[in-house]
């Protein structure tokens, strides 16, 4: 079955930076276009970044030039490099895939804590 496991969450300075990865299975992961969402406390889930099976990129406002989304179709490995955080970007961080006319529907993380402090 599809499973996606975030990692590299943790707690940092703002003006700090975290690289968070997705290992994927269960599904072709090359032919998916994948996102990272995000929540905070008492907020709405929302899209940060999105990245399609041909790489193109999309970011929130909030996000773009700090934030860069990447992945590598051999090790089904989705990754968000953040930079320059501010307290703002503390959330829990989904990966998500974007995919659901192949899949069938969209499947979550488990999602991964991130803390800026001032």
């Known amino acids: 079955q599809v499973q996606l496991e975030e990692s590299g969450g943790g707690s940092v300075q703002a003006g700090g930076s975290l690289k968070l990865s997705c290992a994927a299975s269960g599904y072709t992961f090359s032919v998916c276009g994948m996102a990272w969402y995000r929540q905070a406390p008492g907020k709405e889930r929302e899209l940060v970044a999105a990245i399609g099976s041909d790489s193109t990129t999309y970011y929130t406002g909030s996000v773009k030039g700090r934030f860069t989304i990447s992945r590598d179709n051999n090790k089904r490995t989705l990754y968000l490099q953040m930079n320059s955080l501010i307290t703002e970007d503390t959330a829990v961080y989904y990966c998500?895939?974007?995919?659901?006319?192949?899949?069938?529907?969209?499947?979550w993380g488990q999602g991964t804590q991130v803390t800026v402090h001032s």
């Open positions: 998500a895939t974007h995919c659901a006319s192949t899949l069938g529907k969209t499947y």
